[in-house]
């Protein structure tokens, strides 16, 4: 069955780092296109990065870029989001979604097929 499960979210102040990760079942990662996305209260779904299959670079949402790192790691079918320097609007639930082949409209939330259940990220102080 395949599947993607997240982890990695937590609670931290304005300036802090966390990593998230993404759990990858069924298919190898690289076959695969993954996007992080997130949704805080009352605003829409939100593209942050992605990368697709073999691409060696991801691509960012503009709100992260420079800030957040995505990277792949196959010997463990895991995908990271390094995340830096946090802001209070980063707040948010983060989703893994995964498309079963190579997109590059990935950014895209109805692009995806599979979706994590998220996990919560606060900033506050």
């Known amino acids: 069955q395949v599947q993607v499960a997240e982890s990695g979210g937590g609670s931290v102040q304005p300036g802090g780092s966390l990593r998230l990760s993404c759990l990858v079942s069924g298919l190898p990662v690289n076959r695969l296109t993954i996007g992080w996305f997130r949704q805080a209260p009352g605003k829409v779904r939100e593209g942050i990065s992605c990368?697709?299959?073999?691409?060696?670079?991801?691509d960012y949402s503009d709100s992260v870029k420079g800030r957040f790192v995505l990277s792949r790691e196959s010997s463990k079918n895991m995908v990271h989001l390094q995340m830096t320097n946090l802001k209070p609007e980063d707040a948010a639930v983060y989703f893994c979604?995964?498309?079963?082949?190579?997109?590059?409209?990935?950014?895209?939330?109805?692009?995806?097929?599979?979706w994590g259940k998220g996990t919560l990220v606060t900033v506050s102080s």
């Open positions: 990368i697709s299959g073999l691409e060696i670079r991801p």
């Open positions: 979604a995964m498309y079963r082949g190579f997109r590059r409209d990935c950014l895209v939330d109805n692009a995806m097929q599979d």
